[in-house]
């Protein structure tokens, strides 16, 4: 697939990315959810983006954990999820990870197929993993 350019993010992407984790968070219903705000304006229209940290395993080293991949409706099954991801790969493989993780919702089978197609595994099929979440309040009680 050509006509599309994937490339880091610049600070003046933030209105876009932001517009597309809102309609990431409304394929799950989660839109009211979403507490981040976008605090500059945008360059032109993005069409795709995905968003990847760093982490550490005691286990295994060094990791990236994916937070969000996402391509527009319009876009989607002409390979660029495919080339973001691949993309992502050697990013983090050039970083010196040996391992990327992410959520994906369980009735998202596209999504789950797409992963799965590209030698990932789900982890809570696997090893009985589930991902527990501590909210602000929870954090603050303990910590007191
Ligand atoms: C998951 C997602 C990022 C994949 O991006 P994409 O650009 O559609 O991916 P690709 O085109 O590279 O590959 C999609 C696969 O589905 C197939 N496909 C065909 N038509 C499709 C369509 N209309 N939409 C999606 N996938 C389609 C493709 O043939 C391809 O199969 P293959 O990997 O066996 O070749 C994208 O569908 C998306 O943004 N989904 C909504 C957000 C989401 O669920 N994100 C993940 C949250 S965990």
């Known amino acids: 697939m050509s006509g599309f350019t994937i490339r880091r993010a610049v600070d ?11 309609e990431l968070a409304d394929l799950s219903d989660d839109g009211d959810s979403v507490k981040t705000t976008p605090e500059n304006s945008a360059s032109q229209p993005l069409i795709g983006y995905a968003l990847y940290v760093y982490t550490f395993s005691t286990w295994d080293g060094r990791s990236a954990f994916l937070n969000d991949i996402y391509v527009t409706p319009d876009h989607r ?3 660029i ?15 010196g990870c040996v391992l990327m993780e992410w959520c994906v919702l369980n009735w998202n089978s596209n999504a789950i197929e797409f992963y799965k197609s590209k030698g990932a595994f789900d ?22």
Not at 12 to 22: A, P, S, V, W
Not at 81 to 92: E, F, H, I, P, S
């Open 12 to 22: 003046e992407d933030i209105e876009e990315i932001f517009r597309m984790c809102m």
């Open 77 to 79: 099954g002409k390979g």
């Open 123 to 144: 982890l809570t099929e696997a090893e009985h993993v589930h991902i527990y979440k501590m909210p602000k309040s929870s954090l603050e009680k303990l910590a007191k």
């Open 81 to 95: 999820g495919t080339d973001l991801l691949r993309t992502v790969a050697q990013d983090v493989l050039d970083n």
